[in-house]
């Protein structure tokens, strides 16, 4: 009877380990996926804006291969960068980390470095969330 009951206890604790726990974030895998750009909060001024009043269209393309294109348009002008990213998960949270190939003035970092870091809040948004250096949050959503 006692190994009956360690062998319950030891099979709830594994299933309580699984990868498919309900309510965990998980990056969506059918690539390729459009993410852009809905709304952004200033720092200083901690005010948010969206739809017509953002300053650019701004958008991500994931692509299966670990590849991603970012886009931003401001009149009219585009800017194109491109790198790889990658998944990374830190307790409950899920991070993209983006490298990219080249400098850019679209890279959004405190550090001026070819990388942003991304942290997915749902299967459809994420943001970048570079509050800490007061540039602001940008939120993205999934749009394909």
């Given amino acids: ?9 030891i099979g709830l604790l594994l299933a309580s380990c699984s990868k498919d726990e309900p309510g965990i974030v998980t990056f969506p895998e059918d690539y390729p996926h459009k993410w ?3 709304s952004a909060q200033t ?9 017509n009043q ?4 701004e958008e991500y393309v994931f692509n299966g291969d670990n590849t991603f294109t970012k886009t931003r ?8 960068a491109t790198g790889s ?21 679209i890279i959004d970092n405190c550090s001026n470095d070819l990388a942003e ?11 970048n969330n570079i509050l800490a250096c007061d540039y602001g949050r940008m939120d993205y959503s999934r749009v394909d």
């Fill in 73 to 80: 348009v401001l009149d009219d002008n585009s800017i194109v």
């Fill in 117 to 127: 870091r991304l942290l997915l809040t749902s299967i459809k948004t994420f943001s």
């Fill in 36 to 38: 852009q750009l809905v």
């Fill in 1 to 9: 009877m006692r190994q009956l009951r360690i062998s319950f206890i």
């Fill in 54 to 57: 953002l300053p650019y269209f």
């Fill in 85 to 105: 990213f990658s998944v990374e998960r830190n307790n409950d949270s899920v991070f993209l980390t983006l490298s990219f190939d080249d400098e850019s003035v």
């Fill in 43 to 51: 720092g200083l001024s901690n005010t948010s804006v969206s739809g």
